[in-house]
């Protein structure tokens, strides 16, 4: 069921997506804990983000992620994915070969898993990629020019079609360019049979499937200025003034000790972005661990942050343990969704507080994170997974606000007691080995209200 409806925006607009409702409920539910236990002498905790999207939106900018269908029945990763992302592309879902791998017989479920999930969430959706070499049925590469210029359109309109208002950002090109000095292009079935002129007609076909999303061109080694960004520099240039349809320019990001973040990094997003388009960091990795990593991912977001038409970054992935490069470990959460260094310096870069009250592992005695499961008739069921920081635990507790007229109904996995209004649950557990973690659950019954429950801090006992 779609919970909220996002804000999407026309073409050449930034702006932020709406914040999520889980994120915002864990906010909410960390100061009505205070409230309700009286504590005071703290300072305020109202001013600085404490989640990655939370943070990026306070700067005008949506933090996401690439998110896999196959993953999202797993608690740790949607509660990850739920609590610290406000956008989600498909990591493969929405390729070619996914969609219609045989020609004609379009297949929409698995992205629409992830569109679904990320919409109930109120997160914004990229499209990634209608035109790629890679990832391409064998059978697109024996047509004809006459047929694959017809069968890109047909590609092009149906599946756009069938995202139709859920999209705020298309990758309607992807790696066209080789990589080298050379700035050619890449060799594939579209350029050896359409020639030069089949990226302009691939964004004259999109901007006619659907007005109202944005239309990007997506590359990698692109980063820094050399010269194969300069020939899609070239190209985007000659397209703005010739009145090609092109909104924005995805900076694939994809770092490693022999490809680092390079220094005019920021100098050539400023450069795309005086053209008149929006750069997006649009699939960021960074090999390594530690310090080193932190601040390459640190340099990445200030540079974003610098460049005001840099609306937003996604990083390619949730977990070290999912990532296509994981033996590099290039994502900001480990194998066990413990926040890394890395995850503590972007969030510091975007301003937020560097806190610890979401995914665990940042030095904080325990923490909690909520996943909104199962929803039926007049009730949906909550999971809250609690895990101990850096040393075990003996014990904790968290409490679970409910709004009136809801009541929950029943409890797994931990020692409920209740307040006199019967609406906040205080749920106890006990002990916990360094980075462990338990989940327990409850039944909301909704009584007409189908807001999600606030859920407090956690502390030890
Ligand atoms: C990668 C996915 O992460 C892998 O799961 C898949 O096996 C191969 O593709 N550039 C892109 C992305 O535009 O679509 C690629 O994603 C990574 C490089």
């Not at 791998?101 to 629409?112: H, I, L, T, W």
């Not at 944005?214 to 520099?233: F, H, R």
Request: with cysteine; hydrophobic share 35%.
């Amino acid at each position: 069921m779609v919970k909220r409806t996002p804000v999407l925006r026309a073409p050449g607009t930034a702006g932020p997506a709406p914040r999520s409702r889980t994120r915002r409920a864990l906010v909410l539910g960390a100061s009505a804990v205070l409230a309700l236990t009286g504590v005071t002498g703290l300072s305020s905790p109202a001013s600085a983000a404490s989640s990655l999207d939370e943070a990026a939106a306070a700067k005008g900018r949506y933090f996401g992620t690439a998110v896999a269908a196959n993953r999202l029945s797993e608690g740790d990763y949607v509660s990850t994915l739920n609590n610290e992302f406000n956008s989600a592309t498909a990591e493969n879902e929405m390729k070619w070969d996914a969609i219609q791998g045989s020609r004609g017989s379009f297949n929409f479920a698995a992205g629409d898993r992830v569109v679904n999930h990320a919409r109930n969430q109120g997160m914004q959706v990229r499209g990634h990629t209608l035109v790629w070499h890679s990832q391409l049925p064998g059978w697109v590469g024996n047509l004809g020019a006459g047929e694959l210029r017809s069968e890109m359109r047909n590609h092009i309109n149906r599946v756009m079609g069938h995202y139709r208002g859920k999209i705020a950002a298309w990758d309607v090109v992807n790696e066209a360019f080789q990589d080298g000095s050379s700035g050619a292009r890449r060799n594939s079935p579209f350029q050896s049979k359409l020639g030069n002129g089949y990226i302009e007609e691939a964004f004259r076909m999109a901007r006619e499937a659907d007005p109202n999303t944005k239309l990007c061109y997506n590359d990698y080694n692109t980063d820094g200025i050399n010269a194969k960004s300069n020939a899609v520099y070239a190209m985007v240039r000659d397209f703005k003034a010739r009145g090609v349809p092109i909104d924005c320019v995805g900076f694939q990001s994809h770092f490693n000790s022999a490809s680092p973040v390079p220094g005019d990094y920021q100098a050539n997003l400023q450069r795309f972005a005086d053209l008149g388009v929006e750069v997006q960091i649009t699939e960021l990795d960074i090999e390594g661990s530690g310090s080193s990593q932190a601040t390459s991912y640190a340099n990445v977001v200030k540079a974003c942050l610098a460049v005001s038409r840099c609306t937003g970054i996604t990083v390619w992935g949730v977990t070290d343990k999912y990532s296509w490069r994981s033996g590099g470990t290039p994502l900001l959460f480990d194998g066990n969704y413990n926040k890394k260094p890395a995850y503590h310096s972007v969030l510091s870069a975007l301003g937020g507080s560097g806190g610890d009250d979401g995914g665990g592992g940042g030095g904080g005695a325990c923490t909690v994170s909520y996943s909104k499961a199962e929803e039926w008739g007049d009730r949906f069921n909550g999971r809250v997974t609690v895990r101990a920081g850096s040393s075990a635990i003996s014990g904790w507790r968290t409490t679970v606000t409910v709004t009136s007229p809801q009541k929950i109904s029943a409890t797994w996995n931990g020692t409920p007691s209740w307040d006199g209004s019967g609406n906040v649950m205080t749920m106890r557990g006990g002990q916990l080995a360094a980075g462990a973690s338990t989940t327990f659950g409850f039944t909301v019954m909704t009584n007409g209200n189908t807001s999600p429950p606030s859920i407090g801090t956690c502390t030890t006992s």
